[in-house]
């Protein structure tokens, strides 16, 4: 499986930006998905996770209430939505995938180690 993260860029604070990751490859068993983070100096953060069905959810604490996530399974894409961007939330960002659809279709998992597929990350910075 080949994830490709795009959508990153430049955002003044306040702003909006969206993420979406493609899923290629043999996603067959691809169950759940997640976005993580990486600022500069910092170790990944989970951001959002998704279960297959996409009935469940779940946000950290810096980002519930600013950031939704959603997917498309006909299109095996995932996306981020993230609103009032904050010079906090500059980061790579990468998604991740399980290949747990077998075990669940409604679990996800907020540990970076759950997580078998990783894209190469996208850059998002936000200007103050």
């Known amino acids: 499986v080949q994830l490709q993260a795009s959508g990153g860029g430049l955002v003044q604070a306040g702003g909006s930006l969206g993420l979406s990751c493609a899923a290629s490859?043999?996603?067959?068993?691809?169950?759940?998905m997640g976005w993580f983070r990486q600022a500069p100096g910092k170790e990944r953060e989970f951001v959002a996770a998704?279960?297959?069905?996409?009935?469940?959810?779940g946000y950290s604490d810096f980002v519930k209430g600013r950031f939704t996530i959603s997917r498309d399974n006909t299109i095996d894409t995932l996306y981020l939505q993230m609103n009032a961007l904050i010079p906090e939330d500059t980061a790579l960002y990468y998604c991740?995938?399980?290949?747990?659809?077998?075990?669940?279709?409604?679990?996800?998992?907020?540990?970076?180690?759950?997580?078998?597929?990783w894209g190469q990350g996208t850059l998002v910075t936000v200007s103050s």
């Open positions: 991740a995938a399980a290949r747990d659809r077998i075990l669940s279709a409604n679990y996800y998992s907020t540990q970076p180690t759950f997580y078998e597929y």
């Open positions: 490859g043999r996603t067959g068993g691809v169950g759940s």
């Open positions: 998704i279960s297959f069905s996409g009935t469940n959810t």
